[in-house]
């Protein structure tokens, strides 16, 4: 499963960005997804995920913030980022997780991945 993650941008900080994470060739509905970030110099880590039934988790750090969602007729993952913060700026990734299998909050936990998508959020 090949996963295209895009959306991202520059944004001032207290603005939006929705990214969108779409597989190409499978049907998404039935895959956990999570996303993830990567700031230079810190190790990648877990926003948050949606199970095949509409369930999510948030880290802390972006709770109440940040919303995870799936339109399955439209084969597509989003996450909704509201009030961004410059401590925010990351490539962010979106991964599935295999049929069956709950989200995961750990990176080595799902099997696919997509290339990233570049959030830059200006003070």
């Known amino acids: 499963v090949q996963l295209q993650a895009c959306g991202g941008g520059l944004v001032q900080a207290g603005g939006s960005l929705r990214l969108s994470c779409a597989p190409s060739?499978?049907?998404?509905?039935?895959?956990?997804v999570g996303w993830f970030r990567q700031a230079p110099g810190k190790e990648r880590e877990f926003i948050g995920a949606?199970?095949?039934?509409?369930?999510?988790n948030y880290a802390d750090s972006v709770k109440g913030r940040f919303t995870i969602s799936r339109e399955n007729a439209k084969n597509t993952v989003y996450l909704q980022m509201n009030s961004l913060k410059p401590e925010d700026t990351a490539v962010y990734y979106c991964a599935a997780r295999l049929p069956g299998w709950v989200a995961g909050t750990v990176a080595g936990q799902y099997d696919y991945w997509g290339q990233g998508t570049q959030v830059t959020v200006s003070s």
């Open positions: 949606i199970d095949w039934s509409g369930n999510t």
């Open positions: 060739g499978r049907t998404f509905s039935s895959y956990a």
